[in-house]
């Protein structure tokens, strides 16, 4: 069966829905530096590499996966599903940041003016940013199609988003007064309820 994303009007939606949180995400890249000490420790590339090898796996599959790793009569299902998971986490990835204003940065920085965020969704969990990431690239391997490139996704962005977790919360418990206050009132990292 040909994936849904390869068929019209799908197709379209599915480019559309993807263009518009990658685009916003490069452009937000190219402009935002990150002011503060540097403590990322080269954690903004094992997200890179992960992000890559999650999101290349996907749609290579999405393209040439044979009958047997394609998801069949729950295609056109789970594609809405896909596309849902990505326009939430969209929004939630961008209602985060704006929550963190100045503060939020591609790299592990914190700055002398920094403060706690623990309203909205950071009331919750920690890291409601990354939350929202794994929203969207569950939700892109969903839409692409196949189990193989779900089971490779998710084990992979929750391993790049794990690795980043532990150098950010090492800085901001050093470097961010009232940090270790907050993970004491929310406990929980990436997952309500689970991690």
């Given at each position: 069966?040909?994936?849904p994303f390869l068929q019209s009007?799908?197709?379209?939606?599915?480019?559309?829905?993807?263009?518009a949180w990658v685009v916003p995400e490069f452009v937000d890249a190219l402009r935002r530096d990150g002011g503060g000490a540097d403590h990322d420790a080269n954690s903004?590339?094992?997200l890179y590499a992960t992000f890559g090898v999650a999101a290349g796996v996907a749609f290579v599959l999405g393209f040439v996966a044979p009958e047997w790793a394609t998801f069949d009569a729950a295609a056109v299902p789970l594609f809405w599903v896909g596309i849902a998971f990505q326009v939430g986490g969209a929004a939630l990835r961008w209602y985060t940041v704006a929550l963190l204003g100045d503060a939020f940065s591609r790299t592990v920085t914190v700055s002398a003016s920094q403060g706690v965020v623990d309203s909205g969704p950071y009331a919750v969990v920690r890291h409601p940013t990354y939350t929202a990431g794994v929203l969207l690239y569950v939700g892109l391997s969903l839409a692409l199609g196949t189990w193989p490139g779900v089971a490779v996704t998710v084990p992979a962005v929750l391993a790049g988003y794990g690795h980043r977790i532990r150098v950010e919360e090492r800085a901001l418990r050093r470097h961010l007064d009232g940090y270790d206050d907050y993970c004491d009132r929310t406990p929980y990292r990436l997952i309500p309820g689970v991690y």
């Amino acid at each position: 069966m040909t994936p849904p994303f390869l068929q019209s009007p799908y197709s379209y939606v599915f480019w559309a829905t993807y263009a518009a949180w990658v685009v916003p995400e490069f452009v937000d890249a190219l402009r935002r530096d990150g002011g503060g000490a540097d403590h990322d420790a080269n954690s903004k590339y094992v997200l890179y590499a992960t992000f890559g090898v999650a999101a290349g796996v996907a749609f290579v599959l999405g393209f040439v996966a044979p009958e047997w790793a394609t998801f069949d009569a729950a295609a056109v299902p789970l594609f809405w599903v896909g596309i849902a998971f990505q326009v939430g986490g969209a929004a939630l990835r961008w209602y985060t940041v704006a929550l963190l204003g100045d503060a939020f940065s591609r790299t592990v920085t914190v700055s002398a003016s920094q403060g706690v965020v623990d309203s909205g969704p950071y009331a919750v969990v920690r890291h409601p940013t990354y939350t929202a990431g794994v929203l969207l690239y569950v939700g892109l391997s969903l839409a692409l199609g196949t189990w193989p490139g779900v089971a490779v996704t998710v084990p992979a962005v929750l391993a790049g988003y794990g690795h980043r977790i532990r150098v950010e919360e090492r800085a901001l418990r050093r470097h961010l007064d009232g940090y270790d206050d907050y993970c004491d009132r929310t406990p929980y990292r990436l997952i309500p309820g689970v991690y």
